[in-house]
């Protein structure tokens, strides 16, 4: 994580210390805030359900500050951070216990961060001293209120907090010992508070914890930032895919609002945590897939930082996996039909329309971008650090050729005629024709116009690979969301399956896709002695169907489904007999393919 043992044994000890103070302040907070009255109340666009205390952000702040005191983490910068997030702290406190409006709060936190910048602190993103202050602004209070909303679901803003400040850490390493001590203080404290706060948790951030957290960061940043021009990655990309999840989340967020004709500043349960849980996660399951994601984010920006090559197409590569995770999580309708209201109702909404339905050209901008971080890792992982001094001109000269024959060898192949959710074995093999058609044109096309000169054949061997790759991935993506998803599903009544073949398999499929029957399997029965203590499809065999009575009483089904015509009829009339017996629902599935009535028919004369 840091280069040095001594940075690695100042980051142990600063963390221990502030994560100890945090462990014994958290509960103090929590007995105070429940007797002077500070509790989160259940509310319609809340996502807690009871009254939990308050006031979570107090002992977080004081751990952080004691620990940097006493490990000697106070310099100028590090004071300038102090006592900027401080600042927003009390501004949280003060919200927590008299609410302010929305305009309020981001008037003050604005004020705040032009106090900060005439103390000489500010980004250096643009070279303009005037667009350089205004980006300044904007990235203060913007990852301040990133925080704010992030903090939607029991430990998911603490969480994150604690990944981004290790990632910090581990981009600092020992070159700035201050910043080290206060950045482990920060996780430490934050880590010691998601003890009690995550779920079920029985204490929040509040406002002053999240603004705490998010201008801490923020801050940092700031005061890391190096004056003038030192390339793009040190100076923007690090900080922002440290911070890449409270980002995203904020961005899409307030999209999505404005598409639906609500006020960005509105609070709902339409974050990606809230979108995660309606797909069929549980609460935890989501925070930890926004940890790891998070996560992602921080060892990315930290091997950027260490001039890691291979890091900036891990990098793109994540932001590709970011846009078809939104696109997964847009089709979720969370506010009751209003969802693009506002695009409903412009004029250019037909054009909208046609352009959603055109989903090959998604396709094909998706599959550019692939193939160009494919074709950039592919000289990564051959040459290393070879690859920007001796062979960038040579990757940036073919690309055009690379992306254009590998298009066309997808357009030959038949890529672009299937549909990604019903992906079958077939499809990719459609896919690695299209992958062996575009490989063999791009070494033609290389061989013609540069007569493959100092162009290497393993580089287009690795590309073929991880396009191959990718592709596959990108079109799994969103079946892998759905069946992660749907595996522990537990809403609705439990089912126990008699029939483990294929029509338990295709009923299995049917319960998981369509919420109307209201059904969560939870196991099958089947007699047959291969499939004992086997899981199709996540779903355990049970035992046979002989043991029916005995597994009715163990696991206590709500409904028992026979998914086979097929079941002699004395096993059946024993599931019968088990079900009457423990008042149990039976259910049998039946397919069958009809004919019209002619009644029916519709006259075309």
Request: charged share 15%; glycine share 10%; hydrophobic share 50%.
């Amino acid at each position: 994580m840091i280069d040095h043992s001594g940075g690695l044994t100042t980051f142990a000890m600063t963390a221990g210390l502030a994560l100890t103070l945090s462990l014994a302040l958290t509960p103090l907070a929590r007995r105070v805030a429940w007797r002077l009255g500070f509790v989160a109340q259940p509310a319609v666009d809340r996502w807690h359900r009871r009254s939990v205390a308050m006031l979570g952000g107090v002992p977080v702040w004081l751990a952080t500050l004691a620990a940097v005191v006493l490990m000697g983490g106070l310099s100028r910068e590090t004071t300038m951070v102090a006592l900027g997030s401080s600042a927003l702290f009390l501004l949280g406190l003060v919200d927590d216990v008299l609410p302010l409006k929305p305009n309020t709060k981001l008037s003050a936190e604005i004020v705040i961060a032009c106090v900060v910048i005439a103390f000489g602190y500010q980004l250096h993103w643009t070279g303009s001293p005037l667009f350089d202050a205004l980006v300044t602004i904007v990235w203060i209070a913007g990852i301040a209120n990133a925080f704010n909303l992030l903090d939607n679901m029991d430990g998911l803003c603490a969480g994150v907090a604690v990944i981004a400040a290790v990632a910090f850490c581990a981009s600092i390493g020992t070159a700035d010992r201050a910043s080290l001590v206060y950045t482990a203080a920060l996780a430490g404290a934050t880590l010691g508070f998601l003890r009690y706060n995550f779920n079920p948790a029985s204490v929040f951030l509040g406002d002053c914890g999240s603004l705490l957290l998010g201008s801490t960061f923020a801050l940092l940043a700031v005061s890391k930032a190096p004056s003038g021009q030192t390339g793009l990655i040190s100076t923007l990309i690090v900080p922002v895919l440290i911070l890449l999840l409270p980002i995203f989340d904020t961005t899409f967020v307030t999209i999505f609002r404005k598409l639906s004709a609500r006020a960005a500043s509105q609070g709902g349960r339409d974050h990606t945590s809230h979108r995660l849980v309606a797909l069929g996660f549980s609460e935890r399951q989501a925070s930890l897939l926004l940890y790891c994601l998070a996560g992602a984010g921080g060892a990315v920006a930290v091997g950027l930082k260490k001039a890691n090559v291979e890091s900036l197409g891990i990098a793109c590569l994540l932001l590709v996996g970011l846009v078809l995770l939104a696109i997964q999580l847009g089709r979720v309708r969370v506010y009751d039909g209003d969802d693009f209201a506002w695009l409903r109702s412009r004029a250019f909404t037909p054009l909208l329309t046609r352009m959603t339905h055109k989903r090959r050209i998604f396709e094909v901008a998706l599959d550019t971008c692939l193939i160009s971080i494919a074709y950039y890792l592919a000289y990564a992982l051959r040459f290393a650090e070879e690859f920007r001094p001796l062979y960038y001109g040579l990757f940036a000269v073919s690309l055009p050729i690379v992306i254009a024959c590998q298009l066309a060898g997808f357009f030959i192949a038949g890529v672009y005629r299937g549909v990604w959710r019903y992906i079958t074995i077939t499809d990719l093999f459609v896919y690695l024709r299209g992958v062996l058609i575009g490989g063999a044109g791009i070494v033609l096309m290389v061989v013609y116009v540069y007569r493959f000169e100092h162009y290497s054949r393993s580089v287009f061997m690795i590309n073929a690979m991880l396009v191959g790759l990718f592709m596959v991935a990108s079109r799994l993506s969103f079946r892998w969301v759905a069946d992660l998803a749907g595996r522990p599903q537990s809403i609705g009544r439990r089912a126990l399956i008699c029939g483990a073949g294929d029509g338990g398999a295709m009923l299995l499929r049917e319960l998981r896709n369509n919420a109307q029957h209201e059904c969560a399997p939870m196991g099958f029965l089947d007699d047959d002695p291969a499939k004992r203590h086997r899981s199709i499809m996540g779903v355990p065999v049970l035992g046979g169907i002989s043991d029916v009575e005995h597994l009715i009483a163990q696991h206590s089904p709500d409904v028992v489904i026979v998914s086979t015509g097929k079941l002699h009829p004395s096993k059946f009339a024993a599931v019968q007999f088990a079900c009457a017996r423990a008042g149990v629902e039976l259910k049998q599935m039946e397919f069958r393919i009809a004919d019209v009535a002619a009644s029916r028919m519709v006259s075309t004369a």
